[in-house]
T-cell receptor
Framework: EAQVTQNPRYLITVTGKKLTVTCSQN?????MSWYRQDPGLGLRQIYY???????DKGDVPEGYKVSRKEKRNFPLILESPSPNQTSLYFC??????????????FGAGTRLSVL | SQKIEQNSEALNIQEGKTATLTCNYT??????LQWYRQDPGRGPVFLLL?????KEKRKERLKVTFDTTLKQSLFHITASQPADSATYLC???????????FGGGTRLMVKP
């Protein structure tokens, strides 16, 4: 089954404690991205990656890091989480190239609370 | 700056009626416009895509229109059912590239 898998689904942590949210896709998609979703602000892109070893900032990259060492994986790293990073996070992937139409496939989400 | 507006207030309609959701945008020239459905606690799911040179697209009970002059897309669900209750997001794509920009979504409630 084609899917994007995020882990963990729920996470409660404290300010300053480094954490990683993993994301994996099994569709051989080139493009992967991370979004955060907050009430009244909608989905905002944090980082994206067009392919292995190629990453770039989205609209709200401050406080986050990503890496793309393998095509299927795109982890989101919070080196020193702060309460304003409490949010619902989504990983997404899409195929690239002619005819792909940039349709995004989303993971189930990770609800993060930073105390 | 670029702006995408969807009605933040929930839309409540009776089962069997047609639901119409609006997506307006400014300072943007999208080549594509997409609609997604999001259920509580889950990730958005792609529904329909319409190109800038298409005026209307249909899929079963769904219809999307795209008016680049008005800078507006309308999303219709005919013969609505309680199972259609969800939040619907529009997303604009300037060139089928990488930066998809999402609206805030409109919550639809279909009452039996």
């Amino acid at each position: 089954e084609a899917q994007v898998t995020q882990n963990p689904r729920y996470l409660i942590t404290v300010t300053g404690k480094k954490l990683t949210v993993t994301c994996s896709q099994n569709m051989n998609h080139e493009y992967m991205s991370w979004y955060r979703q907050d009430p009244g602000l909608g989905l905002r892109q944090i980082y994206y990656s067009m392919n292995v070893e190629v990453t770039d900032k989205g609209d709200v990259p401050e406080g986050y890091k990503v890496s793309r060492k393998e095509k299927r994986n795109f982890p989101l790293i919070l080196e020193s989480p702060s309460p304003n990073q409490t949010s619902l996070y989504f990983c997404a992937s899409s195929a690239q190239g002619a005819g792909s139409k940039n349709i995004q496939y989303f993971g189930a989400g990770t609800r993060l609370s930073v105390l | 700056s670029q702006k995408i507006e969807q009605n933040s207030e929930a839309l409540n309609i009776q089962e069997g009626k047609t639901a119409t959701l609006t997506c307006n945008y400014t300072n943007y020239s999208p080549a594509y416009l997409q609609w997604y459905r999001q259920d509580p606690g889950r990730g958005p799911v792609f529904l329909l895509l319409i190109r800038e040179n298409e005026k209307e697209k249909r899929k079963e009970r769904l219809k999307v229109t795209f008016d680049t002059t008005l800078k507006q897309s309308l999303f219709h669900i005919t013969a609505s059912q309680p199972a259609d209750s969800a939040t619907y997001l529009c997303a604009l794509d300037p060139d089928a590239g990488n930066m998809l920009t999402f609206g805030g979504g409109t919550r639809l409630m279909v009452k039996p």
